[in-house]
T-cell receptor, first 113, second 116 residues
Framework: QKEVEQNSGPLSVPEGAIASLNCTYS??????FFWYRQYSGKSPELIMF????GDKEDGRFTAQLNKASQYVSLLIRDSQPSDSATYLC?????????????FGTGTRLLVSP | DAGVTQSPTHLIKTRGQQVTLRCSPK?????VSWYQQALGQGPQFIFQ???????QRGNFPDRFSGHQFPNYSSELNVNALLLGDSALYLC???????????????FGQGTRLTVV
């Protein structure tokens, strides 16, 4: 079983729709959760992080965390063609110290005009 | 405020050669981590440096080594290059020193290494 699992996609949504990206993780000790966006040929860009159960909203983005189910998701409202990218889910064992990021393989999102 | 910077951006090497990649962390950051990202995969953790010491290491052979300098910049060295070392090498920095001063990791633009 992979430590962090994501559906590779592609996930196709029309412009203006809500895109829902999902991620599961195997280590129950994981405490910090991150979503990175990566355009083709570019480096990952941090867009959201969440530490506590529940929802965290930032503009068009909402991260949702359910530690009991070991599940974290990212919702993108009013999707735009510029949101088309690969979205990487990453987890760490804590929010302090020398915690490595463990990444999933990413979900490719395609937003059509 | 400069973000994380890496050099070079692209590099082509021959099997068996050695390569050195460089990273300057974001201003105010003191910890540097290196990741390898193969095509179609998520980044894989190589190692992390803090206070000029390797603090944690991923599942990479000893051919991969690193260094951190007093100004927090870092180098990644790979010896005896293999074709499978071809990848995007990413440097990430964060700040871990001080109570309540932990920050999220930010990535540089990466170095695309091609081994032929």
């Amino acid at each position: 079983q992979k430590e962090v699992e994501q559906n590779s996609g592609p996930l196709s949504v029309p412009e203006g729709a809500i895109a829902s990206l999902n991620c599961t993780y195997s280590d129950r000790g994981s405490q910090s959760f991150f979503w990175y966006r990566q355009y083709s040929g570019k480096s990952p860009e941090l867009i959201m992080f969440i530490y506590s159960n529940g929802d965290k909203e930032d503009g068009r983005f909402t991260a949702q965390l359910n530690k009991a189910s070991q599940y974290v998701s990212l919702l993108i409202r009013d999707s735009q063609p510029s949101d088309s990218a690969t979205y990487l889910c990453a987890v760490t064992g804590g929010n302090t110290g020398f915690q490595k990021l463990v990444f999933g393989t990413g979900t490719r999102l395609l937003v059509s005009p | 405020d400069a973000g994380v910077t890496q050099s070079p951006t692209h590099l082509i090497k021959t099997r068996g050669q050695q390569v050195t990649l460089r990273c300057s962390p974001k201003s105010g950051h003191d910890t540097v981590s290196w990741y390898q990202q193969a095509l179609g995969q998520g980044p894989q953790f190589i190692f992390q440096y803090y206070e000029e010491e390797e603090r944690q290491r991923g599942n990479f052979p000893d051919r991969f080594s690193g260094h951190q300098f007093p100004n927090y910049s870092s180098e990644l060295n790979v010896n005896a290059l293999l074709l499978g070392d071809s990848a995007l090498y990413l440097c990430a920095s964060r700040r871990v020193r001080g109570v309540g001063m932990n920050t999220e990791a930010f990535f540089g633009q990466g170095t695309r290494l091609t081994v032929v």
